[in-house]
T-cell receptor
């Protein structure tokens, strides 16, 4: 399948945790990625997880994967104003093709 | 280490014209990918080149084409431009770390078709 869905907008206060959610549909084993896009810029690879894992932690970032529900989340601890951006989840499909969600706009209020 | 570079940064073309966008991958990367980010349509996969060959193609008409050179840089060509081709065109290059493929993106070329 080629459907990756995300919540569109999230607003948090500086210092709080942010949780961005994503669902995917491909039932095969694959890698799932999180990218960050700041205004006027390209995509920055943040982290990735293989679909047979439950969790991956990388500094302030924690990725949780619920395989049964095909639900992926990205938690950002101690969110800073510099974290304000659009966050995309993506799954790798056949032929090295990344299929992206529509993106979640994260706004961090100081 | 230099990242993926793209040129030009911005481009304005008229409907029916042709355009060429350029991409230089990260040193040591042999694969180059092209994606289109159009307003309302999100990020769509266009093309994948590896070792000079087209390996995969997204759901785009044949007027979107490209090539990869022996130094692994790549060009994306769009013929007979249409208004809906206005978008940010992103190039990425990849390396493989074990089984995972990490695609690193350039800053993009903003194409406006009038």
């Amino acid at each position: 399948g080629e459907d990756v869905e995300q919540s569109l907008f999230l607003s948090v206060r500086e210092g709080d945790s942010s949780v961005i959610n994503c669902t995917y549909t491909d039932s095969s084993s694959t890698y799932l990625y999180w990218y960050k896009q700041e205004p006027g810029a390209g995509l920055q690879l943040l982290t990735y997880i293989f679909s047979n894992m439950d969790m991956k932690q990388d500094q302030r970032l924690t990725v949780l994967l619920n395989k049964k529900d095909k639900h992926l989340s990205l938690r950002i601890a101690d969110t800073q104003t510099g974290d304000s951006a659009i966050y995309f989840c993506a799954e790798m499909e056949y032929g090295n093709k990344l299929v992206f969600g529509a993106g979640t706009i994260l706004r961090v209020k100081s | 280490e230099a990242g993926v570079t793209q040129s030009p940064t911005h481009l304005i073309k008229t409907r029916g014209q042709q355009v060429t966008l350029r991409c230089s991958p990260i040193s040591g990367h042999t694969s180059v990918y092209w994606y289109q980010q159009a307003l309302g349509l999100g990020l769509q996969f266009l093309l994948w080149y590896d070792e000079g060959e087209e390996r995969n193609r997204g759901n785009f008409p044949p007027r979107f084409s490209g090539r990869q050179f022996p130094n692994y840089s790549s060009e994306l060509n769009v013929n007979a431009l249409e208004l809906e081709d206005s978008a940010l065109y992103l190039c990425a290059s990849s390396t493989r770390t074990g089984a995972v493929i990490e695609q690193y993106f350039g800053p993009g070329t903003r194409l406006t078709v009038t």
